[in-house]
């Protein structure tokens, strides 16, 4: 295969971007309220927890996922990127 181009980097630079900054946040946020609210908290104990793990849960889930979508974007084929994913969760 042909090296990357920097286009190339930059294109993947901005779905590590996407994903680590707009999709993650809201997911686990949304995560940790509906985990929460099924196991029957309130509103102010789901906050307090939301404040409590939403920024560490944040980091290690960067520090993990930020290297496995990176070899995602650049080394897997399209059609096997989910599977990957999947594989690594």
């Known amino acids: 295969p042909e090296p990357p181009t920097r286009r190339v980097w930059e294109i993947i630079g901005f779905k590590l971007a996407a994903d680590c900054f707009l999709f993650d946040p809201a997911y686990l946020a949304l995560f940790f309220t509906a985990t929460n ?3 029957g908290q309130s509103a102010p104990q789901i906050g307090l927890k939301l404040r409590e793990d939403l920024l560490p849960t944040y980091l290690v889930d ?3 996922w930020l290297p496995i979508q990176t070899i995602n974007f650049r080394w897997v ?3 096997y990127q989910a599977l990957f994913v999947q594989s690594c969760n």
């Open 37 to 39: 609210a099924l196991e």
């Open 62 to 64: 960067i520090a993990v």
């Open 77 to 79: 084929p399209v059609v």
